[in-house]
Antibody, heavy 116, light 106 residues
Framework: EVQLVESGGGLVQPGGSLRLSCAAS????????MHWVRQTPGKGLEWVSG???????YYPDSVKGRFTISRENAENSLYLQMNSLRAGDTAVYYC??????????WGEGTTVTVSS | DIQMTQSPSSLSASVGDRVTITCRAS??????LNWYQQKPGNAPKLLIY???SLQSGVPSRFSGSESGTDFTLTISSLQPEDFATYYC?????????FGQGTKLEI
């Protein structure tokens, strides 16, 4: 079964850091581009980073310089290092697999709360 | 960034109704438009990709179409399990952007 499982969420103070993980199973992880997408409480979906099979990375301006996406193919794992966290980063964070130009598999999400 | 505008933001309908949700892109995105369904507490689920291709396992009552920068998701006959929030997403250029969602209610 193709599956993505996120972990690492929690409560962090403003200015703090957190590292999210996404464990992939049931498919050849190294063959796929991967993404992190977040959903703020009561609001919609926002893409926060992507990484290609060659390790190329992409970010929106809202997180550029603060968030770093990485992957470890040998461990079938995707990561998101989040620094200088703000209240506006509070959200459920999903990892998602991309095939061609669409995200066909999503994890169930991990919740990040930035608050003092 | 390409802006995606969905309408309506909410919609009330009944089982058996035919429902249409529209998504407009702020510029041409070819057919690089995907539709997702999300139920409360769950992750988004891919329904339609590249404007009109049905994802494997998705019922055929769901369909997508495109006309220029306007994209449409149609549910031909609403079932109880279809009441959810629907999002469009453009994959034409970075950053990928989502519409604000359409909440489909009974």
């Amino acid at each position: 079964e193709v599956q993505l499982v996120e972990s690492g969420g929690g409560l962090v103070q403003p200015g703090g850091s957190l590292r999210l993980s996404c464990a992939a199973s049931g498919f050849t992880f190294s063959n796929y581009d991967m993404h992190w997408v977040r959903q703020t409480p009561g609001k919609g979906l926002e893409w926060v980073s992507g990484i290609g099979t060659a390790g190329d990375t992409y970010y929106p301006d809202s997180v550029k310089g603060r968030f770093t996406i990485s992957r470890e193919n040998a461990e079938n794992s995707l990561y998101l290092q989040m620094n200088s966290l703000r209240a506006g980063d509070t959200a459920v964070y999903y990892c998602a697999r991309e095939i061609w130009d669409y995200m066909d598999v999503w994890g169930e999400g991990t919740t990040v709360t930035v608050s003092s | 960034d390409i802006q995606m505008t969905q309408s309506p933001s909410s919609l009330s309908a009944s089982v058996g109704d035919r429902v249409t949700i529209t998504c407009r892109a702020s510029q041409s995105i070819s057919r690089s438009l995907n539709w997702y369904q999300q139920k409360p507490g769950n992750a988004p689920k891919l329904l339609i990709y590249t404007a009109s291709s049905l994802q494997s396992g998705v019922p055929s009552r769901f369909s997508g179409s495109e006309s220029g920068t306007d994209f449409t998701l149609t549910i031909s006959s609403l079932q109880p399990e279809d009441f959810a929030t629907y999002y469009c997403q453009q994959s034409y250029s970075n950053p990928p952007t989502f519409g604000q969602g359409t909440k489909l209610e009974i």
